[in-house]
T-cell receptor, first 110, second 115 residues
Framework: GIQVEQSPPDLILQEGANSTLRCNFS?????LQWFHQNPWGQLINLFY???GTKQNGRLSATTVATERYSLLYISSSQTTDSGVYFC????????????FGTGTLLAVQP | GAVVSQHPSWVICKSGTSVKIECRSL??????MFWYRQFPKQSLMLMAT?????????EQGVEKDKFLINHASLTLSTLTVTSAHPEDSSFYIC???????????FGSGTRLTVV
């Protein structure tokens, strides 16, 4: 099956720093989403980005589907950005299953 | 926006008992819902796809008789962990696709502890 790998697995930042999280996938996908899982486990949808670039405040994402990767940029990080970031890809077929990446654990220190 | 409500948020049960987790789409109809399991410090693993009015489709390695899924209406899917054991302790999350261009929305999850 498809492999979805994220890097780095762990990241520690000082408040105010910028970071780039990467998501590589091993096969063609129909769509890609980025999620933030907060400390209580809630998954928050950040971007629905099958291709191209989107921006939302301090966050932006770029997906290059032909090269099978996506990037999530976090600028001017805040302590509330801490948590786990997942990318997830939708593979084809009737069920439209969403397969999650390995995750990046981000800790932003004050 | 689309909301998926999941209950209970946490539950503690004794070994051998069964636990039911509910997942409701509040402002949209979900013909398909998905159930995931997440162990500590790991990613979300898809367990099964729940289809309204038909049998669920389970991923390889997931025991159908242990994890019973029912999707009786367009707004409700349930996951019942039968004869629970400590190794079933995990975080269970449901999800529904909200439309062609809006991706997927997730419930808040259920933390199950089997003692």
């Amino acid at each position: 099956g498809i492999q979805v790998e994220q890097s780095p697995p762990d990241l520690i930042l000082q408040e105010g720093a910028n970071s780039t999280l990467r998501c590589n996938f091993s096969d063609s996908v129909n769509n890609l989403q980025w999620f933030h899982q907060n400390p209580w486990g809630q998954l928050i949808n950040l971007f629905y980005i099958p291709s191209g670039t989107k921006q939302n405040g301090r966050l932006s994402a770029t997906t290059v589907a032909t090269e099978r990767y996506s990037l999530l940029y976090i600028s001017s990080s805040q302590t509330t950005d801490s948590g786990v970031y997942f990318c997830a890809v939708r593979i084809g077929g009737a069920t439209n299953k969403l397969i999650f990446g390995t995750g990046t654990l981000l800790a932003v220190q004050p | 926006g689309a909301v998926v409500s999941q209950h209970p948020s946490w539950v503690i049960c004794k070994s051998g008992t069964s636990v039911k987790i509910e997942c409701r789409s509040l402002d949209f109809q979900a013909t398909t819902m998905f159930w995931y399991r997440q162990f500590p410090k790991q990613s979300l693993m898809l367990m099964a796809t729940s289809n309204e009015g038909s049998k669920a489709t389970y991923e390889q390695g997931v025991e159908k008789d242990k994890f019973l899924i029912n999707h009786a209406s367009l707004t409700l899917s349930t996951l019942t962990v039968t004869s629970a054991h400590p190794e079933d302790s995990s975080f269970y999350i449901c999800s529904a696709r909200t439309g062609q261009n809006y991706g997927y929305t997730f419930g808040s999850g259920t933390r199950l502890t089997v003692v």
